[in-house]
């Protein structure tokens, strides 16, 4: 009987510790449930047929992706653009961040679309972060 109960106790603990393993393991700084925000602009250029800028304007309703962490290259959250071109990101935690965009490229030398990437770092809770604005352009 007592062989059987440290059998019992020494499984439990087992579990308990393998749960615990599990989570440490998957926690990351970066990410969802902070108290921290990212925000920043979007501003289109637009190029006529010779590469020539034509104008800059803020890019209403344009795709903008959040990457948690530096070491990760898929995308885990995205927001669309207001109609000044501004964008937020909410509930951030405390580290490194990578916000981009998509912008065209009509050289032979790239496909029709690139990212353009701009990194961040939030240092403190509460914090709002401003990101360096991200151009991208119209040809």
Do not use: W
Request: aromatic letters at 12%; glycine letters at 6%; proline letters at 3%.
């Amino acid at each position: 009987m007592f062989e059987k109960y440290c059998i019992l106790l020494s499984l439990k603990i087992y579990i308990v510790a393998l749960g615990l393993f599990t989570l440490m393991a998957c926690s990351k700084t970066e990410g969802e449930g902070g108290t921290s925000s990212i925000e920043g602009v979007i501003i289109r250029q637009d190029f006529n047929n010779a590469g020539q800028l034509i104008k800059e304007l803020p890019s209403p309703d344009e795709r903008v992706y959040i990457i948690y962490g530096d070491e990760n290259n898929i995308y885990d959250d995205d927001v669309n653009t207001h109609f000044d071109g501004r964008y937020r990101f909410d509930f951030l935690k405390k580290g490194k961040y990578q916000i981009f965009a998509y912008s065209e490229c009509k050289f032979d030398t790239c496909p029709n679309i690139i990212p353009v990437f701009v990194n961040i770092e939030i240092t403190q809770n509460n914090q709002i972060a401003n990101a360096d604005t991200l151009y991208i352009r119209n040809e």
